[in-house]
């Protein structure tokens, strides 16, 4: 089984407010990264927030984390979740991706898994402006490197060491992220 984890645990410094509450399309981003996970094949998703979790609502249908150490960057919520995901031995896949990527969809998911299990690959990524990245799955044989991340190390880090077990999926709008004011007012004019 595969499990979900959205990364939403960042204080959004550069946008100014808490980007996981930006409405894109009626929902807001984490809303619209939660949707795409229950819509996915993904067996549960699980939500890591952190800096501004006293602003944004609870989350339905995802075991929703609070992360404490979120100023120690991104690897301690990885490993927050993975031991999650550890106290159930059924889970032999994560996909880790981020709330702000407001074009992840259920099919994106889902071909990543579909991809995993035509491949047998230990990694299959998200490929896009010629690198690869989240969303990202990783099959249980890398589930004790994950849990190793420290500090702002990603999971770009066992992407780079492992890249001969790494299978892609393209996805032509991986690139589009919000981080600043004017990434969200540019994403208001895009569409599907």
């Known amino acids: ?30 809303q619209l990264a939660v949707d795409a996970g ?6 549960t998703v699980i939500v890591v927030l952190g800096a501004n979790s006293k602003q ?4 339905p249908e995802t075991a929703t984390l609070c992360n404490k150490n979120w100023k120690e960057g991104m690897a301690s919520s990885i490993k927050m979740a993975m031991l999650e995901i550890d106290k159930d031995a059924t889970f032999d896949k994560v996909i880790i991706m981020l709330c ?7 099919a994106l998911l889902n071909s990543l898994i579909k991809k995993q299990a035509e491949t047998q690959k230990a990694i299959v990524a998200c490929a896009y402006n010629g690198t690869t990245g989240v969303p990202v799955l990783f099959d249980s044989k890398l589930f004790g490197e994950l849990l190793l991340l420290k ?42």
């Open 1 to 30: 089984m595969t499990a979900l984890i959205i990364l939403a645990a960042g204080e959004s410094s550069r946008l100014g407010q808490p980007k996981q509450n930006l409405i894109f399309k009626g929902k807001t981003l984490l």
């Open 38 to 43: 229950l819509k996915s094949d993904c067996a």
């Open 56 to 59: 944004i609502n609870p989350i």
């Open 100 to 106: 702000d990527q407001p074009f992840v969809n259920a």
């Open 151 to 192: 500090g702002k190390e990603g999971a770009k880090k066992i992407l780079k060491n492992h890249a001969a077990e790494i299978a892609e999926v393209v996805f032509e709008k991986g690139g589009i992220d919000i981080d600043t004011p004017e990434d969200y007012e540019n994403l208001l004019t895009l569409s599907d």
